[in-house]
Structure formats: C-alpha cells, structure tokens
C-alpha cells in the first residue's frame, strides 16, 4: 500500500478560510479625564523618542502598548508611578490601568503626580513576540 505526501514547496490548503481583522491606526492614550480606562494585554513596553517642547532637546521615554477588547492597539507614555507599578516582566499579562487624577501636592518634573490604579493577570496570558 502506498501513501500519497505532499511535495515540500506545494501551497497548504488554499481554500482554507482565514478571519482577518483590520489593524487600525494605534489611538494614544494622554488620561486626560478621571477614571478613564484602558484594559487589555500588555503588549509592549518600548522607547520611543520624546522632542521637549520647551528646550527641544530628544529624550527616550518609555512607552505602553496594549491590545484592547476590540483588538485595537493603545499607546499611553510612562508616567512616575506607571514605572512602579507596570514593568517589562508583564509584557504578556491581562492589565487594568485607571486613571485616578492629579495629586496637586506632589510634583515630579514639575507636573503634578498623576495617580492610577493598575491591575494585573497573575498569570501570563500571551507571548507578543511570538503573536499568540
């Protein structure tokens, strides 16, 4: 009996049916309102460069990415207290950032301290580098 396979270079299943979701522009998030919110996989934390708008000098500034419920990207920049309590070790785990406000009576580079409440899954949920 003899078994018919498959030739390496031939196409897998060409009539195999593949949902596809429109990748939008990525929103960015600036949490200008209190108790805005933003929920979803963490999907990065990366440098990007910042231009002050003041002096003009360059700067790296961290930077979140989180894939949303609708699979949207959102962007949001790393605030002072974002650096403690959303770290690199949870690229890949289910968060809740809520925006808090303003504390007026702290200030960091002379802004006033912005205050959120962030949750993470206890588990890793996904491996952005490898898409799933």
Do not use: C
């Amino acid at each position: 009996m003899s078994t018919a396979t498959q030739p390496v270079n031939s196409p897998i299943n060409l009539n195999k049916q593949r949902k596809m979701i429109e990748q939008k522009e990525p929103k960015f998030l600036q949490w200008s309102r209190e108790n805005e919110q933003i929920e979803g996989h963490l999907m990065a934390l990366e440098n990007v460069e910042i231009t002050d708008k003041e002096t003009g000098d360059v700067k790296d500034q961290p930077r979140y990415v989180v894939r949303d419920l609708d699979a949207n990207l959102v962007m949001f920049l790393q605030t002072t207290t974002l650096a403690r309590q959303l770290r690199k070790e949870h690229v890949g785990h289910y968060v809740t950032v809520t925006y808090l406000g303003e504390d007026r009576s702290v200030k960091t580079q002379g802004n006033p301290l912005r205050r959120f409440r962030v949750l993470i899954s206890e588990l890793k949920e996904i491996d952005p580098d490898l898409g799933f």
